[in-house]
């Protein structure tokens, strides 16, 4: 009986010491992928509309224990205009605003540098290019990121930072002009953007490559004429980045004798050939009433 008793007390003992072992490693691996979520970075993305006086900076970061804090400089690199500070929420998103003020006074690439840190200890650094002219803001939607891939959880789309992707302004037309201007913004600047010009046949008359300045904006002037522009109508001009459908956008520009056609040419004709009509509608009328009758 007494060793029946000694053999139970060793197994529950051996097995007493293999659960606190298992223990022990559950908590070590989970205090070990504690510490490397850490250090994964943050993430900002500055985004302003084209005449607004308003630039709204939202991020995340994976530290919420520690305030964030900017500084906006000028283009010269002389002057701070703005500095602020905010705390993350607890999920690690922030959002800031800057008002452009009578201290803007340059024209330029103004500097907004978002900074977390721990004491005299520096955690995350990183600094977005905000363009602004005559105290205005030039369209922009420009992110920086030192966040690990697959850890990042992005921000509620319906915050301003929704607004990413590429995005085709316009096609500036001079009128009965061989050459048209195509514009608009990315918030990728890193990245080449191809631009493709098809005929209505479906006909590919012009590839090129364009490079985003640092604000994300750009522009290609594209000349119409020769054999590949024959066809008279509606070729479409498009923009790609990614394989993306937020970084591919399309606009049309039409092309009567290997000319280009202004966007208000279809509008104008409209309101002639109503007036021609209404003119012609009138001078019956006129006619008819004065027909003496008998």
Do not use: H
Not at 13 to 30: F, K, P, Q
Not at 176 to 186: A, D, H, K, L, Y
């Amino acid at each position: 009986m007494l060793g029946e008793i000694s053999m139970n007390f060793k197994r529950s003992t051996t097995s007493m010491a293999i659960a606190l072992m298992v223990l022990s490693l559950v908590s070590m691996t989970s205090i070990q992928q504690d510490a490397f979520a850490q250090s994964l970075g943050m993430s900002i993305t500055a985004t302003a509309d084209k005449g607004s006086d308003t630039i709204t900076l939202t991020g995340k970061t994976v530290s919420d224990i520690t305030d964030v804090t900017f500084r906006v400089t000028s283009p010269s690199g002389n002057n701070v205009v703005a500095i602020g500070q905010i705390s993350p929420n607890d999920d690690g998103d922030f959002v800031k605003e800057f008002k452009v003020g009578p201290t803007w006074t340059e024209d330029g690439f103004y500097e907004i540098q978002a900074m977390q840190s721990i004491g005299s200890n520096s955690l995350y650094t990183l600094k977005v290019l905000v363009e602004v002219a005559n105290g205005m803001t030039e369209r922009t939607s420009v992110t920086e990121s030192n966040l690990e891939t697959g850890i990042f959880t992005a921000p509620d789309l319906n915050n301003a930072a929704a607004d990413a992707g590429l995005f085709l302004d316009a096609i500036i037309i001079e009128n009965g002009s061989t050459m048209f201007e195509v514009t608009g913004i990315t918030d990728r600047v890193s990245q080449d953007i191809t631009l493709t010009v098809t005929a209505p046949n479906g006909n590919v008359v012009t590839i090129d490559q364009i490079s985003p300045m640092l604000d994300g904006n750009f522009a290609a002037e594209i000349t119409v004429g020769g054999s590949l522009w024959k066809q008279d109508g509606f070729y479409t001009v498009t923009v790609q980045q990614f394989d993306d459908p937020k970084y591919t956008a399309s606009s049309e520009v039409d092309i009567l004798d290997g000319v280009v056609v202004p966007e208000f040419g279809t509008i104008a004709a409209m309101i002639l050939a109503v007036a021609i009509i209404s003119i012609i509608a009138i001078s019956a009328k006129s006619r008819l009433s004065i027909i003496p009758r008998y």
